[in-house]
């Protein structure tokens, strides 16, 4: 928080200075002899005068015996300034330059896109190792409370950081179900169950009790599970 107020502070203070970047001078003859005879009145009023005049009119008016001139700041230290206390607060708050200013990323072929990935690696990290305890103990109340018991399937997945494009999402597709092959052609998961899935994460729909039919003839298909050997001679023995 501390570096928080010191950038604002600091922020203020560069538009203080902007703000007295230009700064008009006016010589006078005999100016500190004038405000000895009381004359300041006549004096502030003279040069408010001047002033609406510059700014109404853009003209200045001056005696004989005034000199004007305008004295401007140099700025040129302001920026690499700004840009520290940019890359500062960004520090303290455990965020990049780019996604909390809004910049483009600096440096020859820079993207930003190995700062964005550790932002994203780094809030995945406290979600799972912060945030899922506490939300389990929450969620078992709550869904308890809206549904009557706790579900022996619950589960949730935390929301994607970043929005894959249209290529990313049919390379992730296309993983997916070339997956789905391998685990299919090696009897690891049978047709219902990559049905569902497919239909949980809304790539297809299929008709009410499909699913369920093709998972009842998986089973069938399967036949009686046979028991190894001798286990079913000490069931006989135990039921005696």
């Given at each position: 928080?501390e570096?928080?107020?010191?950038t604002?502070a600091?922020?203020?203070?560069i538009a203080?200075?902007?703000?007295?970047?230009?700064?008009d001078?006016?010589t006078r003859?005999g100016?500190?002899?004038?405000?000895?005879?009381d004359?300041?009145?006549a004096?502030?009023k003279?040069?408010?005068l001047?002033?609406?005049?510059?700014?109404?009119?853009?003209?200045a008016?001056?005696?004989?015996?005034e000199?004007?001139d305008?004295?401007?700041?140099?700025?040129?230290?302001v920026?690499?300034v700004?840009?520290?206390?940019?890359v500062?607060?960004?520090g303290?708050?455990?965020i990049?330059?780019?996604?909390l200013?809004?910049?483009?990323a600096?440096?020859l072929?820079a993207?930003?896109?190995?700062?964005?990935?550790n932002?994203?690696d780094s809030?995945?990290?406290?979600?799972?190792?912060q945030l899922d305890r506490?939300m389990a103990m929450?969620?078992?109340?709550?869904?308890?409370s809206?549904?009557?018991?706790?579900?022996?399937d619950?589960?949730y997945?935390?929301?994607?950081l970043t929005?894959?494009?249209?290529?990313?999402?049919?390379e992730?597709?296309?993983?997916?179900?070339?997956?789905?092959?391998?685990?299919?052609?090696?009897g690891?998961?049978?047709?219902a169950?990559?049905m569902?899935?497919l239909?949980?994460?809304?790539v297809?729909?299929?008709?009410?009790?499909?699913?369920d039919?093709?998972?009842?003839?998986?089973?069938l298909?399967?036949?009686?599970v046979?028991k190894p050997d001798?286990e079913?001679?000490d069931?006989e023995?135990?039921?005696?």
């Amino acid at each position: 928080m501390e570096d928080i107020k010191d950038t604002v502070a600091a922020k203020d203070g560069i538009a203080e200075l902007m703000q007295a970047a230009n700064v008009d001078v006016i010589t006078r003859e005999g100016l500190t002899q004038d405000l000895t005879t009381d004359q300041e009145d006549a004096i502030i009023k003279r040069y408010t005068l001047f002033d609406q005049m510059k700014s109404i009119l853009n003209t200045a008016l001056l005696d004989g015996e005034e000199k004007y001139d305008r004295v401007t700041l140099n700025l040129s230290g302001v920026a690499p300034v700004i840009d520290t206390l940019m890359v500062w607060i960004a520090g303290a708050a455990d965020i990049p330059v780019t996604r909390l200013f809004g910049t483009s990323a600096k440096g020859l072929n820079a993207t930003g896109e190995g700062d964005l990935k550790n932002y994203y690696d780094s809030i995945r990290s406290q979600q799972t190792s912060q945030l899922d305890r506490p939300m389990a103990m929450l969620d078992a109340i709550m869904v308890r409370s809206a549904v009557g018991n706790m579900p022996a399937d619950y589960n949730y997945d935390w929301n994607r950081l970043t929005q894959p494009n249209r290529k990313e999402e049919a390379e992730a597709r296309k993983i997916e179900a070339e997956t789905d092959v391998i685990l299919l052609d090696a009897g690891a998961v049978g047709r219902a169950q990559v049905m569902r899935r497919l239909e949980a994460d809304e790539v297809y729909q299929y008709r009410d009790g499909v699913i369920d039919q093709i998972e009842t003839s998986e089973d069938l298909s399967l036949g009686p599970v046979e028991k190894p050997d001798g286990e079913g001679d000490d069931d006989e023995r135990l039921a005696r």
